[in-house]
């Protein structure tokens, strides 16, 4: 397991941009899949998006986010990102990072992740 800390979250109009930060400040990302989950009270968990661990890494999306977000990361500096633009008040949730050993999947398995952050707040108002 690694240690994950969230960053970056805020409150926007609709149609605004946020950049969410995931960092591991002590230790490494190096060789995990990295993903972000969202939640709303009373819902569950839902991927978001997810970036696999090689040297080209794929990226997956939830379909309610393709063309509006972009995952990606930095090994070097232990970090990793989730761009979102074009943002709409159906975006509103506790966003999480999360890390596993196991391969990133299109299907955002959450039992997968055995490293979890503490989440960081997104609000899109209309």
């Known amino acids: 397991q690694v240690r994950l800390v969230e960053s970056g979250g805020g409150s926007v109009h609709s149609g605004g941009s946020l950049r969410l930060t995931c960092a591991a400040p002590?230790?490494?990302?190096?060789?995990?899949?990295l993903a972000w989950f969202r939640q709303t009270p009373g819902t569950r968990r839902e991927g978001v998006a997810s970036i696999d661990a090689g040297g080209r890494p794929r990226t997956y999306y939830a379909d309610s986010v393709k063309g509006r977000v972009t995952i990606s990361r930095d090994n070097a500096n232990n970090t990793m990102y989730l761009e979102m633009n074009s943002l709409k008040p159906e975006d509103t949730a506790m966003y999480y990072c999360a890390a596993t050993i196991w391969v990133c999947t299109a299907a955002f398995k959450e039992t997968n992740f055995d490293s979890w952050g503490q989440g960081t707040q997104v609000t899109v108002s209309s």
């Open positions: 002590e230790g490494t990302f190096r060789g995990y899949c």
